[in-house]
């Protein structure tokens, strides 16, 4: 099994890109900052899901963003936030 | 009114009857069933097993796993930490998804969204609710949480921190609501039948113990 290439509290980058195909990552996340959860186990990566058989895989994440980051305007409080499941090849370290 | 005429009330008696399928695309996916069954990929005996399973499923499943988490602190601490074993651990069968449960504290209340499609967790609490599935609800509810849950009737004071979860990928969400004041003393039975549908989605916060 690979090894998580991010850990719990990490702060990461969800990249902003629009493949062509099928992927599992809405637009308002793209591009946006946010903080490892929780490491999820491996599952089928969406983009080759086409193939049928579930391969490859990929490591799943759920990553924590600040709602006041996330919207322009937020009404709330600024505790609030925002879980979401991302997967690795959608991620990228914050330097 | 006599016997007979009850025995023949149509007012309640009456059911719809089944709709022929009326769009290209309900035609479509009748074409694709009968193809797939014929090509042997599933047998007809073996769609109508899983349509009986989800017919079993219901959120009085939900109510059961809460009911044992509020009674039984380890039990609580396994399903928050890994939601798929504790679950099976009270005899529910899940597909290998990975089951999150969320808990609701003084200070966190907690809802569910699938803003891609309306993933839910089907199996084990039946059909999602009409608006769970309707574009108002997957648009809005990241974006303007409160005023949401203020219209399903959730009173959140400013110090109570409102955390969205979106489940656009594997992992299916359960919420794990508050236990009542004034509950102490009663049986897991009557606990489990405190719990709603909505109160499992998170947009329900408190439920009645009355």
């Known amino acids: 099994m690979t090894a998580p290439l991010f850990s719990v509290g990490q702060s990461v980058r969800i990249v902003d890109r629009t493949p062509r195909v099928h992927h599992r990552v809405p637009a308002y996340a793209k591009g946006q900052v946010g903080v490892i959860e929780r490491v999820c186990r491996l599952h089928g990566e969406p983009e080759k899901f086409i193939r049928g058989d579930g391969k490859p895989t990929q490591r799943l994440y759920r990553v924590r963003i600040a709602q006041n980051g996330l919207w322009d305007n937020y009404a709330g409080s600024d505790g609030d936030d925002l879980d979401i499941e991302i997967f690795e090849h959608w991620l990228e370290p914050m330097e | ?210």
């Open chain 2, 1 to 210: 009114m006599t016997d007979h005429d009850k025995e023949h009330d149509h007012a309640r008696t009456f059911q719809p009857d089944h709709q022929e399928p009326t769009s290209d695309s309900a035609r479509v996916g009748l074409a694709l069933r009968e193809l797939l069954i014929e090509a042997g990929h599933y047998t007809a005996e073996e769609e109508q097993e899983v349509i009986a399973a989800m017919q079993g499923a219901s959120p009085e499943n939900g109510g059961r796993i809460v009911a044992r988490a509020w009674i039984d602190a380890a039990y609580k601490e396994r399903l928050l930490g890994d939601g798929a074993s504790a679950i099976r651990e009270l005899g529910f069968e899940l597909e290998p998804y990975e089951f999150t449960v969320m808990e609701n504290t003084d200070s966190v209340h907690n809802v569910i969204v699938c803003t891609l499609c309306s993933c839910y967790p089907r199996s084990l609490l039946g059909m999602s609710p009409a608006w769970y599935k309707s574009k108002d609800y997957r648009s809005r509810v990241v974006r303007e949480p409160r005023s949401v849950l203020a219209e399903f009737g959730v009173e959140l004071s400013d110090n109570i921190d409102v955390r969205v979860h979106d489940s656009t990928a594997e992992l299916r969400y359960m919420i794990l609501p508050q236990r009542p004041a004034g509950t102490d003393d009663w049986s897991e039975e009557q606990l489990a039948a405190l719990i709603t549908r909505d109160s499992l989605i998170g947009t329900q916060r408190v439920l009645r113990s009355e």
